[in-house]
């Protein structure tokens, strides 16, 4: 038995910032101080605050270090272990206060989330099944097996409100009920577990599967013995390794202490779960795609109806959820329908994963209750926008999703609200945007993504995105007229209505919604040829000021083709037509001199 | 596994560990002196003794550690066992042996052992 438990964030962030370096000086300097029955170094999921990795937390006392370095170990090891004394300059300055150190918990990045799909994150170590039995793991199935008909877990579930959390936000139970009893005689259904997080700039479903896993293998086997299945599919993308790795770690796991496999729990109730490794096309998390994908084809939607309750992988009726949707599951079995539902909104229930990315302090991943407000979530635990820029707008939903201006702050975030305002909850990406932002170019940015995204099978999609496209990068570029902002809108609308999946209906999402709030940026590159965030290259110009410039040749050192020309001491001057609009010189001029406009 | 028994029987062993990295409520703080006059003493086997004792008989929110030098170095090892809303409570020269009985009888069931007490 351990007196101190070391826990390093091994999720994808913090490994990339150096953690299993700090992980391997911890296991070195802990046997050099022949204190290895004494501390254990276990490595964990995703703790959230992704900005200040590798982090790492010491129990018993709770002190939490982030950007800890290689060399900083053997003073850790020497004051804190040994000593007892906490390494204060490593310690998360929002955890300091005057009469000593604070808990994590009560620091701004965390007092307001709640965690439930993340609960385990950052907390066990994901390559253990038993420390996963030891904050309740697989009880809920237990219970489900021993306790529960197929039919009282799906009123549970109906009863508790939950709703998709991968996009859509179907009810989680009727999708379950549908897949019960749509086919009555069905010799066999699947259950599916969309992993395939494709929305850039989201990653909760991957942190879930790094911190977490065996919460999803509870869930699915809890979801088989609801509608009548005996397999599980995964389908996870292979850009995810640790996630990949652990998941089958832990089927490993699972299948040795028989809780997957024949006859869980002397119930007569067999499941198995696969993992099926997606190549990272965008088209697969759409639920048709996946399942063509599964089956061994290319990854093409087909049309609906028949919806996959009815005939899904292999033509069977299967469900399909989102990794974070399954997370919620053993809670609600375990704390009931009416605990989850006292969370959130009227139509919304739970609580929601939000990656927080772009022009926010603490990027990473938060669990904040449905209904919480925009402003909270950027100004309280996102710590605002650096720099001391203004905030413009927010990003929800990916490429299928739409911006929340700053008119919008106050919005309670759910399903609803957020469809009401022309955007999407979507997989939960958040990315934070400020002055600095042209709002032309994010939405240009996001069709060059579907451009490359859209599997081709359906004209709308394939040839109407790409044209939407060209006419974004024809305002871009100061070339189109009034008229090219019609036919974008218009079109927009035809490849919403005649597309043939999600991908298409809501690939024109980011340019309608940007044209809603922000019409007059889309305007000011058409008419007065200019980019108001002084982000469009092509719209562009810089210029010297004589009168601030001094002639101290900085801005002639960093050009890259030479286009700055004058004497030591004398104004300096651009030549446009050498100038590629880097922003170098600008960086290195000291005395504010050179403008872009 | 065959049964919810079963499963029950490695939470129950498990929790115990894991308690370890509870912040939950309001937390009992056991600290021994570690500084070097403690360490000669002999306080690394107490410090073990009480974090080991604690998981194993599952002992909620208590949290053991370790601190530096207290100044009474001529009663090393000592242990102060602090409650919330209680007075610190301060244990000397202890063993082992006598971390386990400050477990049951002070941290269990709340009586203060009072013949190891600073006089």
């Known amino acids: 038995m351990y007196r101190s438990h070391i826990l390093v964030c091994g999720g994808t962030g913090c490994t990339s910032s150096g953690s299993q370096l700090i992980i391997d000086a911890l296991e070195k300097e802990i046997k050099n101080a022949e204190l290895e029955s004494e501390v254990q170094v276990v490595r964990t999921g995703c703790f959230g605050l992704c900005a200040l990795g590798p982090i790492m937390i010491i129990y018993p006392e709770g002190t939490f270090y982030s950007m800890v370095k290689e060399e900083d170990i053997p003073e850790i090891i020497s004051e804190h272990l040994l000593k007892g004394r906490i390494v204060t300059r490593l310690v998360y300055d929002e955890t300091v206060t005057n009469d000593g150190i604070k808990s994590l918990k009560d620091t701004d990045f965390y007092k307001k989330q709640q965690r439930v799909a993340l609960k385990n994150c950052g907390v066990i170590n994901p390559e253990n099944i038993e420390e996963y039995i030891a904050y309740d793991g697989y009880a809920a199935l237990g219970k489900v097996l021993t306790e529960m008909t197929p039919e009282d877990v799906i009123d549970t579930i109906m009863e508790s409100g939950l709703r998709g959390r991968g996009g859509g936000g179907f009810s989680t139970g009727l999708k379950w009920k549908l897949a019960r009893t749509i086919v009555p005689d069905a010799d066999q259904k699947y259950v599916c577990c969309n992993a395939d997080e494709g929305d850039p700039g989201a990653f909760m479903d991957r942190s879930v599967l790094e911190g977490d896993p065996h919460a999803l293998l509870e869930a699915m086997a809890i979801a088989g013995y609801a509608i009548g299945s005996t397999q599980g599919y995964v389908y996870v993308r292979a850009e995810y390794p640790i996630a990949v790795e652990r998941l089958q770690i832990a089927i490993n796991q699972a299948k040795e202490y028989g809780l997957l496999g024949d006859n869980i729990f002397e119930s007569g109730f067999s499941f198995d779960v696969d993992i099926r490794l997606g190549a990272g096309a965008f088209v697969c998390g759409e639920e048709t795609a996946l399942m063509t994908s599964i089956e061994g084809h290319r990854g093409e939607p087909r049309p609906r109806p028949p919806f996959p309750a009815e005939k899904g992988l292999f033509q069977k009726p299967t469900i399909l959820n989102n990794v974070e949707t399954y997370a919620n599951i053993p809670q609600i079995i375990l704390k009931g329908a009416d605990w989850f539902a006292s969370m959130g909104t009227e139509k919304s229930k739970g609580t929601k994963v939000f990656a927080l990315g772009g022009k926010i302090n603490n990027t990473g991943l938060v669990e904040v209750p449905m209904g919480t407000t925009l402003r909270e979530i950027v100004e309280e635990i996102g710590g605002g926008i650096p720099d001391g820029k203004k905030f413009k707008a927010a990003q929800t939903g990916g490429p299928s999703g739409g911006c929340i201006p700053a008119q919008h702050l106050d919005i309670e975030i759910d399903y609803d609200n957020l469809i009401a305002i022309g955007s999407m909850m979507g997989s939960g990406g958040l990315i934070v945007m400020d002055e600095d932002n042209c709002m032309v170019d994010i939405a240009k940015f996001f069709l060059e993504f579907t451009v490359e995204e859209s599997c081709g099978k359906c004209t709308p999609c394939r040839i109407g995105t790409k044209r939407m496209y060209e006419l974004l990068t024809k305002i871009t570029e100061g070339n189109a007229t009034m008229e090219d902002l019609d036919k974008l809108e218009e079109l927009c609308y035809h490849i919403k209505e005649n597309s043939l999946c999600g991908l298409g209906q809501t690939a024109p999402n980011p340019v309608l919604s940007t044209l809603k709030f922000f019409r007059e940026e889309y305007i000011a590159h058409i008419v007065d040829k200019t980019c108001p965030a002084g982000v469009c290259k092509s719209l562009l110009s810089f210029e010297i000021d004589k009168k601030k410039c001094i002639g101290c040749t900085a801005c002639t050192m960093v050009c890259p083709t030479a286009a700055i020309s004058g004497t030591v001491k004398n104004p300096h001057v651009i030549d446009k037509s050498k100038c590629i609009k880097c922003g170098a010189c600008m960086e290195k001029c000291r005395f504010n001199a050179i403008s872009k406009k | ?119």
């Open chain 2, 1 to 119: 596994m065959k049964s919810l028994a079963e499963l029950k029987a490695i939470r129950d062993k498990m929790q115990g560990q894991v308690g370890l990295r509870d912040e939950e409520g309001d937390v009992t703080r056991v600290v021994v002196g570690m500084a070097t006059c403690g360490i000669a003493a002999g306080a690394r086997p107490v410090l073990t003794a009480f974090s080991d004792g604690v998981q194993e008989k599952n002992v909620k929110n208590v949290m053991v550690t370790q601190t530096g030098c207290i100044g009474l170095c001529m009663y090393e090892p000592v242990v102060e066992v602090m409650v919330p809303g209680n007075e610190k409570v301060t244990y000397v020269k202890m063993t082992p042996e006598k971390a386990m009985e400050v477990i049951d009888k002070h941290l269990i069931r709340g009586t203060v052992v009072s013949e190891y007490t600073i006089k």
